[in-house]
């Protein structure tokens, strides 16, 4: 077992202590990175997505479809082809099979065989809709308090609120095994309310609430429910694809903007880097770090940093090396020392679903 592996349960008990190079405010910056599906896809390379059964003009199956079409490989084309949607309805009459609704595994491997596709995805929609209820709010009433900052006035306010739901559920039928090799019931829900009051100094307001959430909306705009609808699908959607095929999750990741003991030079430079990984320049944040190493070897947070670059463009190997050089210099550092556990996790799934890599691998676009 290596050194810094022996010392991590008392180098997390002296970091709540002295801090280590983390700081009491350290900076962070949010990291996009490539998650792999969460079953096997290797075996599929062709799919068809047949019409779901559902309300009129409340088409999933499409929004399926292009959700698909954006997932890349690493040059770019197509993760997976797609059987043109009169093509299958084509077969699909031809087999006596209906267009709309759920087909079973025997239907499935029937038009697998003549369209010669891996895996059909079917389904129903189970929820699409919005609903409005009127409700009375008690908001604040800046008008009532006479300037007074301390005044915590209320008044009563008729509010409409809206709730948009969208749920469905979705097979992935495998045609060669005939077998279910997914079966999801995603769902999405949006709530937002809507204000008026005759009362001076108080403003109409829509508060909007995306996946718990709250925003406003500017200018007090009141949202549709064909746009709310659409974004709820949208979210249900992801979920759905999201379960077989690689995609980009963010997270927020912490960095190191000053290094105890290496000089004002050494800590403006992590500084610019850091910059340019909260804007999302990661290639830039990293060419900065990588020159720090060069001339300061003995730079935890250099070091650090650099690992997280790395992480950015998904070379998780690299990136635990440089979180073990950081840690053997700084092994009191909670921060290294969490961000070391991180990786190895990340490394394990990648081991895991390694079938799912090589040429079928997602390039990771950051901005530079």
Request: some cysteine; hydrophobic content about 40%; proline content about 4%.
């Amino acid at each position: 077992m290596r050194e810094w592996q022996q010392r991590m349960g008392w180098s997390v008990v002296v970091a709540a202590v002295f801090g280590g190079l983390s700081g009491c405010a350290a900076p962070t910056a949010i990291m996009k990175v490539q998650k792999q599906a969460e079953i096997d896809v290797s075996h599929y390379h062709t799919l068809a997505v047949t019409g779901f059964q559902d309300l009129p003009n409340q088409n999933i199956s499409r929004g399926i479809e292009q959700a698909l079409l954006t997932v890349r490989k690493g040059d770019n084309s197509p993760y997976f082809k797609l059987v043109a949607r009169d093509q299958l309805g084509k077969v699909m009459n031809e087999l006596g099979i209906g267009q709309t609704g759920m087909i079973d595994p025997a239907q499935a491997k029937k038009i697998g065989k003549v369209l010669g596709v891996d895996a059909i995805i079917t389904g129903r929609v189970g929820h699409y809709q919005a609903r409005n209820e009127r409700v009375m709010e008690q908001q604040a009433n800046p008008a009532a308090c006479g300037g007074n900052v301390l005044c915590a006035a209320t008044i009563s306010v008729p509010c409409t609120r809206r709730e948009a739901y969208v749920q469905f559920n979705a097979n992935v039928i495998n045609v060669e095994t005939g077998v279910l090799d997914l079966s999801e019931s995603p769902d999405a829900k949006l709530l937002a309310s809507q204000c008026q009051s005759d009362h001076p100094g108080q403003l109409p307001s829509v508060l909007e609430q995306s996946l718990g959430t709250p925003a406003r909306s500017q200018y007090g705009v009141w949202e549709s429910e064909d746009s709310m609808l659409k974004k709820a699908a949208d979210q249900a959607i992801k979920k759905f694809v999201d379960k077989f095929t690689p995609h980009y999750e963010e997270y927020t990741v912490t960095l190191m903007d000053k290094a105890s003991g290496q000089g004002s030079s050494v800590n403006d430079k992590l500084a610019a880097g850091v910059d340019y990984a909260k804007s999302g320049l990661w290639p830039r944040a990293t060419a900065v770090w990588e020159e720090l190493v060069k001339q300061r070897p003995n730079c935890a947070a250099c070091w650090y940093d650099l690992a997280h670059g790395y992480e950015a463009k998904n070379e998780l190997e690299k990136a635990k090396d440089f979180l073990e050089k950081a840690v053997n210099l700084s092994p009191r550092d909670k921060l290294i020392i969490e961000a070391i556990s991180r990786i190895e996790k990340n490394l394990e799934q990648h081991r895991k679903v390694s079938p799912q890599r090589g040429a079928q691998i997602m390039r990771v676009t950051v901005q530079g």
